[in-house]
């Protein structure tokens, strides 16, 4: 069995305090790997990094021309939201417009990420909303199929035909069976696949534009949508948003929880996939910004990708203690 590699370091001082393993892989469209650190065959749960892919049914079944959704719908289709007020007015607008409310999202409530929000709700005396939900885009999108295909409101069970759906797309761009998912923080199921599967599925969608077919197409408008829409994919302060708007070229960034990051890159025709052992967030942003820069997407020196790529660690007192910087081999 192939060991995790080197992803990120954490500095204090002269010393390596902490170091953090994991896996990444970049595909090229045809599915080959082009470089791989850790073992490619390693089963995960890509968690909110397969956003893309769930929403490719709501645009391949013709739900999303019927109901005339944007891009910034696809976006937030994509997203993992900060709660914030663009993105928390946009999906109540989206709500509206099908017919629902807050109750039919069945993604759970969450408070705002969002610190002018959450302490205008607190102020108010208001309780955090389904909508505020990281993932109510996504749940929007699922509640359009569903409307659309004339199937019940409990899109979120497994033998749901949304869920049918967003299995089939999953397996078709990872070209891989599934060996079964979990339940994610947002109650729907998430498809497990290994790394070299949700690599080689970015890489389908980093040339989906190049292709004229139905699925490809929709891959390339939601691919679109993000890198144009970075602010309705995350928000302020939050690496995908940070990363698309300081990238050289158009890419397309999603995190997804413990430790996943996934990166599209048209022009290159590449795709990446890339998971911490330990989960953490910190190494993933390090390991993801060390990897885009390695591949000349991103420049080091821009304050926003240093950033992430060797964030300074500071104590209460505002003294800078140490540092996170990339494992060496992700950069040379």
């Known amino acids: 069995m192939i060991q995790a590699a080197s992803l990120a370091e954490v500095w204090r001082g002269p010393f390596q305090e902490s170091h953090h393993v994991g896996h990444a892989v970049v595909c090229d469209g045809s599915g080959q790997i082009v470089s791989a650190w850790g073992d490619p065959e390693a089963v995960v749960l890509p968690r909110s990094s397969s956003k893309m892919i769930q929403a490719l049914p709501l645009i391949t079944s013709g739900a999303a021309d019927a109901r005339g959704l944007t891009a910034e719908h696809l976006a937030l ?61 996504k749940h929007a999108g699922f509640l359009t199929l569903a409307q659309y295909l004339g199937a019940g409101p409990d899109y979120v069970d497994p033998d749901h035909a949304v869920q049918n759906a967003c299995l089939d797309a999953f397996e078709t761009v990872t070209a891989l069976d599934s060996p079964g998912f979990g339940i994610d923080g947002c109650s729907a199921p998430n498809f497990a696949t290994t790394m070299h599967g949700m690599a080689r599925a970015m890489g389908w969608f980093a040339t989906a534009h190049q292709r004229s077919d139905t699925f490809s197409t929709a891959g390339a408008r939601l691919v679109a949508a993000m890198y144009r829409h970075p602010d309705l994919v995350a928000g302020d302060g939050r690496a995908c948003t940070r990363l698309m708007r300081t990238a050289q070229e158009p890419i397309a960034l999603k995190t997804g929880a413990e430790g996943y990051f996934v990166a599209i890159l048209p022009n290159r025709g590449l795709g990446v996939a890339l998971k911490t052992a330990d989960g953490a967030t910190r190494a993933a942003e390090c390991a993801i910004a060390a990897i885009l820069v390695r591949l000349d997407v991103l420049d080091a020196a821009h304050p926003d990708v240093a950033a992430f790529l060797n964030p300074r660690i500071y104590n209460h007192d505002g003294l800078e203690t140490g540092q996170i910087k990339p494992a060496p081999g992700l950069l040379a």
């Open 77 to 137: 289709a994509c997203a993992s939201h900060q709660g914030a007020s663009l993105h928390v007015d946009r999906v109540n607008r989206w709500l509206t417009d099908l017919g629902l409310d807050d109750d039919a999202l069945l993604c759970g409530p969450q408070v705002s990420r969002d610190d002018a929000l959450r302490l205008d709700m607190i102020r108010a005396y208001q309780e955090p909303c389904r909508v505020h939900n990281n993932c109510s885009g």
